[in-house]
């Protein structure tokens, strides 16, 4: 393989220089101490407050200070409230309030749905706009759906997701990022992903940028039925080709390319996984392929139904004896989501990971746009094009490739603060590639892949 200087058409005539040395990929310190910030024992305690609440189902209680989803969220908003006292009140704390209409059969009357949202505004101009979201559901049920007063603690399901979108708030709130970050605990989940469908529909109408979404859920058991722990991987479930009817003719160009792997969504998971396993040793993102596991769903897919990349955090192996349960012991079996059962210090693992990832991103140029390789010449070359970001931080660019049937990124070429880029001896027929953009600090946005360019 050979790497050309970079080229550019400039008045018509080619121009080629060597490219401007690539930021230091080096681990950000400022990140390292938000990762390391992340307390086990303040998410053991947070879980253990939620789950006190007796039940957090969207219908509960709203009226009282101790029992019912009411309180659940007045206590959520004091504490980011809490968090922004402690980090000189940059953080934005609101309830999202929305009637929801009838939606039979676990909402027959409808009701009030109220998500509670934390934003952190982004300090640069350039990319105060570009807005990444991290949730976690923090409405609980038991085993009847419709059940609003048995005890349903929710401690895992999920819990583990709410506490641990409190505690990234609380090592990231203090810092400063490029962009935008919304942190969100949102409501009627098991009803039907109301509180988040609510959420990225209105973005959608209002036309904000959602360059990514996490969901936490169910992050926090280590245990299976079997006895067996494990504690050494966290699942990420990343769905693949948008399901637009009809499709646009970008979608059709890129599959018809073999770009059904390359679509936002996967290629956020793939940037989550690089950069959650540089940051968190010992710890492996396992990317799963589909939007969510069988027979359930998550607050990612109105997101991805919206249009925006949205993935979904999931621990190794479920407990189902401790999802959907009333509380009791049958034969022998102890029912329910106890909080005896969430692992806070694997709760903590994954909160890392995200922590790691949403600074990286938050930080990051935006992904590239305009992202095309030249289609006009038979050649065993490969030159892409895009064009050029806002950001007064960027460095320039980096082209990824990898072979066609590999998950995940192999090669690497920067190519410096230019807008065109031919790598030598590298054929577009035999692999995929992808467009990174890399501020001067080393951040570097997900990869972009390249749709033909058939000249003009």
């Known amino acids: 393989m050979r790497i050309t200087p970079f080229s550019a058409l400039l008045g018509g005539l080619l121009v080629t220089s060597c490219p401007a040395t690539e930021p230091d990929s080096r681990l950000d310190p400022d990140i390292e101490f938000m990762v390391r910030h992340i307390s086990p024992a303040r998410l053991k305690t947070d879980v253990y407050t939620l789950a006190g609440f007796h039940t957090r189902h969207t219908l509960s209680e709203t009226e009282s200070d ?12 004091a504490e980011f409230k809490k968090i922004s006292a402690d980090t000189g009140g940059r953080l934005q704390v609101a309830f999202d309030r929305f009637q929801q209409p009838p939606t039979p059969p ?12 934390a934003t952190l505004p982004g300090s640069q101009p350039e990319s105060v706009n570009r807005i990444y979201v991290v949730s976690g ?51 009627s989940e098991e009803q039907g992903l109301n509180g988040a469908r609510h959420w990225a529909d209105t973005a ?10 996490f969901t936490n859920d169910i992050i926090g058991n280590t245990l299976d039925e079997d006895g067996k722990r494990d504690a050494s991987h966290v699942r990420l479930f990343a769905s693949g080709v948008p399901t637009d009817n009809p499709m646009s003719a970008e979608v059709l ?38 939007l969510d596991r069988y ?21 190794p ?19 329910g989501d106890l909080p005896e059962f969430v ?11 995200n922590a790691a990832a949403l600074a990286t991103l938050a930080r990051a140029p935006a992904a590239p746009t305009g992202v095309q390789i030249e289609a006009v010449a038979l050649t065993n070359d490969s030159t892409l094009r895009w064009d050029r970001g806002p950001e007064p931080d960027l460095a320039g660019y980096r082209i990824v490739w990898r072979e066609t049937t590999s998950a995940f990124w192999e090669h690497h070429a920067w190519a410096g603060d230019v807008t065109r880029f031919t790598i030598a001896d590298v054929s577009k027929d035999n692999v995929i590639f992808g467009v990174q953009a890399v501020d001067v600090d080393g951040h570097a946005s997900p990869a972009v892949y390249p749709t033909p360019w058939r000249g003009r």
């Open 253 to 290: 160009a890129q599959i018809r390319t073999g770009g059904e792997n390359d679509f936002p969504t996967r290629q956020l998971a793939r940037h989550i996984k690089e950069v959650g396993e540089r940051y968190v040793d010992d710890f492996e993102v396992r990317i799963v392929y589909r």
């Open 204 to 213: 959608k109408a209002a036309d904000r940028h959602i360059a990514g979404m």
């Open 66 to 77: 101790t029992r019912g989803i009411g309180a659940a969220r007045r206590w959520i908003k």
């Open 106 to 117: 676990r909402l027959p009357a409808g009701a009030e749905i109220v998500n509670v949202v």
């Open 343 to 353: 692992d806070a210090d694997y709760v903590a693992q994954v909160a890392r990971v």
């Open 295 to 315: 027979l359930r769903g998550g607050d990612h897919a109105p997101f991805v139904a919206a249009g925006y990349p949205a993935v979904r955090f999931t621990e």
């Open 137 to 187: 559901h923090y409405d609980s049920r038991s085993l009847g759906i419709m059940d609003t007063a048995t005890y349903a603690p929710g401690a895992n399901d999920d819990g583990s997701g709410t506490v641990a979108v409190l505690e990234l708030a609380r090592a990231m709130a203090g810092h400063t990022f490029d962009a935008t970050i919304v942190f969100m605990a949102v409501a």
């Open 317 to 335: 192996k479920e407990y189902f004896a401790h999802q959907h349960q009333d509380v009791r012991v049958e034969d022998g079996i102890q029912f």
